[in-house]
């Protein structure tokens, strides 16, 4: 791989579950070494702008505006698109909205037990891709993801699944070739020319995540994401 190292999911303020501004996911991908990173928001785009208006002060970095939809079976992440996808409809029928509007689908943590897709969606979702280095999940479900994805020969991405600026850069997507734009990184998506790296949680890590993932839960009513 010679291409750019990518965080292709972070999330901001946007979502209930992260206190990241953007202006501290941009400094923290300037410090891991990174090229850019994709703005994922649980079922937004509302970052977007804001992410429009730094990509003009950092012209070097590649900026992606995504998305992390909630479908019915679990969730997705979607590039290159300017509108919110429909949430909670069948991943199915997601997956053909975002190949509509020009935008790629890849299945996020599809083994994690909460919000995944599960083993059976996941080998046989058609989607670009699989996100097999996911930040925030244990090794056991990130090797399950790798395993599916070399059985259907389908291309991998990393991400941290950051909501702390302090965890971008955990995971990242390597891409194959050198890449200028958003256009080009969606290209590459789709030919297949990227894979994950990274490193999964640790321990220590996930109970810590644990912790704030239910406390964040008890403040929003528990109410799913």
Known sequence: MTGPRLDLHVHSVVSPDSNATLEAIVDAVTTS???GFALTDHNSIEGHRNLAR???RFPRHLFVPGVEVSTREGHLLVYGVDQLPPIRNPLNETVEWVESHGGVSVLAHPLRWAH???AAIARRARVSAIETVNGHNPELANA???L???HRGIAT???SDAHEASSVGRAVTELREDVSSVDEILEALRRGHVRASGRSL???DRVRLGVRTGLLRAARGFRPI
Do not use: C, F, M, N
Request: glycine fraction near 28%; aromatic fraction near 0%.
């Open 33 to 35: 070494g990174l090229q």
């Open 54 to 56: 730094i990509r003009d």
């Open 116 to 118: 995944g897709v599960g």
């Open 144 to 146: 399950r993801a790798e």
């Open 148 to 150: 599916i994805a070399a």
């Open 157 to 159: 991405t990393g991400g």
């Open 202 to 204: 640790s321990g220590v």
